[in-house]
T-cell receptor, first 113, second 115 residues
Framework: AQKITQTQPGMFVQEKEAVTLDCTYD???????LFWYKQPSSGEMIFLIY??????QNATEGRYSLNFQKARKSANLVISASQLGDSAMYFC??????????FGTGTRLTVIP | NAGVTQTPKFQVLKTGQSMTLQCAQD?????MSWYRQDPGMGLRLIHY???????DQGEVPNGYNVSRSTTEDFPLRLLSAAPSQTSVYFC??????????????FGQGTRLTVV
């Protein structure tokens, strides 16, 4: 069974500072993908970033970067220069093989002005 | 570009009633899936489809039925609604890059309450 663990139920960060949201995964599939999604209070799921298990470099998308440590099975999301609009729930998800997404329980991020 | 369209956005059902949540995508994606989101539990997979005519069960399939007659549509049927099915439902579509699924596009969600 796939397992995604997000150990931080809630995080606070000062505006303009960087923050790291933790995610560990457990899969036996040699090929997999890792996703991060943002869910604001309005409820929609917004794709942020993707990392493939065979990708040599850590993924980056604007202010988002993924700290991928394959041996430790961790895929932490780093948000640089936090903005008030970053306040939301953040979900890590794993796609083992060619299957579907398995989600963690999420981290609620609050950006403090 | 509409992406993934879910209807309705809100629904209240009485216990025992049946209904269908609609999901349509216009991106010609082969993969479609349904998730439910409950407080503190993240999103859990109900059913999924890897192409027209092919469906399979996810983590929490009991009480739900799906079919995939076309690439575009993937409706979710609640056979006999129960209060335990009160949740927010998300439909998603995605594509494979040959090594696995890439980005999954989500609908806006359906907030279902069963009384």
């Amino acid at each position: 069974a796939q397992k995604i663990t997000q150990t931080q139920p809630g995080m606070f960060v000062q505006e303009k500072e960087a923050v790291t949201l933790d995610c560990t995964y457990d899969t036996s599939d040699p090929s997999y993908g890792l996703f991060w999604y943002k869910q604001p209070s309005s409820g929609e799921m917004i794709f942020l970033i993707y990392q493939g298990s065979y990708d040599q470099q850590n993924a980056t998308e604007g202010r988002y970067s993924l700290n991928f440590q394959k041996a430790r099975k961790s895929a932490n999301l780093v948000i640089s220069a936090s903005q008030l609009g970053d306040s939301a729930m953040y979900f890590c998800a794993n796609v083992p093989g060619a299957n579907n997404l398995f989600f963690g329980t999420g981290t609620r991020l609050t950006v403090i002005p | 570009n509409a992406g993934v369209t879910q209807t309705p956005k809100f629904q209240v059902l009485k216990t025992g009633q049946s209904m269908t949540l609609q999901c349509a995508q216009d991106m010609n994606h082969e993969y479609m899936s349904w998730y439910r989101q409950d407080p503190g539990m993240g999103l859990r997979l109900i059913h999924y489809s890897v192409g027209a005519g092919i469906t399979d069960q996810g983590e929490v399939p009991n009480g739900y039925n799906v079919s995939r007659s076309t690439t575009e549509d993937f409706p979710l049927r609640l056979l006999s609604a129960a209060p335990s099915q009160t949740s927010v439902y998300f439909c998603a579509s995605s594509y494979s890059n040959g090594r696995g699924l890439k980005e999954a596009f989500f609908g806006q969600g359906t907030r279902l309450t069963v009384v």
